[in-house]
């Protein structure tokens, strides 16, 4: 029986670390700081967190523009830092900014110019090339200089660079930054086709939540350089399902009853809503006993699942809370 040689995953990271020295200052800034990370092929996965926290300089590290200062970065197997050519023909990617494409250059001659760079020649890139720019809205405007183009069409253009060539892995960096709604729906579908039909890898990172909930198959959240957590979207949801919403007749004073730790109460058209987490079921006893007791008549229990923003917050929120408790605890 021949022996069968595991598939890589499509991006692999071990120990990762990458810290800058603050300028004017004999002081250094962590910017990450030993994250490993696996992400398996053909996955939409979602690289997750507040501004500041390592999400960019992450990404130019797989990029091969930034260098780390320790770890590896393995790409469908291939090291970025010992075999870089063929690592970099795994990738494409859109980046934060502006600084995707070449303003001197038309929209064709850009998407020509970075599909050359991987390699991608002849027909078949010219073909590829007016594809995208056709079903981008570009086409009639395919010979004018990027420096003329909206926001939003510069982005447009940066995506079809990082398409052109095929690419097992596409690294999107809020791709849809600066477009209108109509563009946008484009590029969450051609995400879904990437990533479902092509069985392409998809990294994305973006501040829209709800677009990271409806795409990504697995979510790394990283807080100050490092990971908070990394796993399936289903498995994250289903961990916080603690959530209930209790719906009552009248008025609720709050003064006069014991509310769980991070439950709001809203009243409103003469009824209350209770909403917010209980980890313990005694607790939600206890809620109903009291509520029971001041005559408030009970209209509805539900336990509601999370969205991923409210998960987000809150696990920011508790890495705040165990950064404070860890700087009491040194002070004493």
């Not at 260098?67 to 970025?80: C, F, K, Q, R």
Request: glycine fraction near 6%; aromatic fraction near 6%; charge should be neutral.
């Amino acid at each position: 029986m021949k022996n069968m040689q595991a598939v890589p995953p499509a991006i692999e990271l071990k120990n990762l670390s990458k810290r800058y020295r603050i300028r004017g200052k004999d002081k250094w800034l962590t910017a990450v700081e030993h994250v490993t990370l696996s992400v398996p092929r053909g996955q939409v996965f979602g690289f997750l967190g507040t501004n500041g926290a390592g999400k960019t300089t992450t990404i130019k590290m797989i990029c091969g523009l930034i260098t780390p200062d320790s770890g590896d970065i393995h790409l469908n197997g291939y090291d970025v830092r010992h075999q870089r050519e063929q690592a970099m023909k795994q990738i494409g990617a859109v980046l934060e900014g502006t600084r995707n494409i070449y303003w001197r250059l038309t929209a064709m001659e850009n998407v020509l110019y970075f599909g050359r760079l991987k390699n991608f020649t002849g027909p078949k890139l010219k073909s590829e090339a007016e594809r995208l720019l056709g079903e981008l809205g570009l086409w009639e405007r395919r010979n004018d200089h990027i420096r003329t183009f909206s926001r939003g069409m510069q982005q447009k253009v940066a995506i079809a660079c990082a398409l052109v060539a095929n690419p097992p892995i596409v690294l999107l960096d809020e791709p849809t930054l600066g477009l209108d709604v109509q563009a946008a729906v484009t590029v969450k579908e051609w995400i879904k086709t990437l990533s479902r039909e092509q069985a392409r890898t998809i990294i994305l990172t973006t501040h829209q939540l709800d677009m990271a909930e409806e795409l990504c198959e697995r979510v790394a959240i990283i807080r100050k350089g490092r990971l908070l957590t990394d796993q399936r979207l289903g498995d994250l949801l289903a961990f916080h399902k603690e959530h209930y919403q209790i719906r009552v007749k009248g008025h609720l004073d709050e003064q006069l009853i014991d509310l769980p730790e991070g439950m709001s109460c809203e009243y409103e058209n003469e009824e209350t809503l209770l909403v917010g987490a209980i980890e313990d079921p005694m607790a939600l006893y206890s809620l109903l006993s009291q509520l029971r007791a001041m005559n408030l008549p009970l209209l509805a229990v539900d336990q509601v699942e999370p969205n991923l923003e409210e998960v987000f917050i809150n696990m920011i929120n508790e890495a705040k809370q165990g950064e404070n408790h860890e700087l009491l605890s040194h002070s004493v």
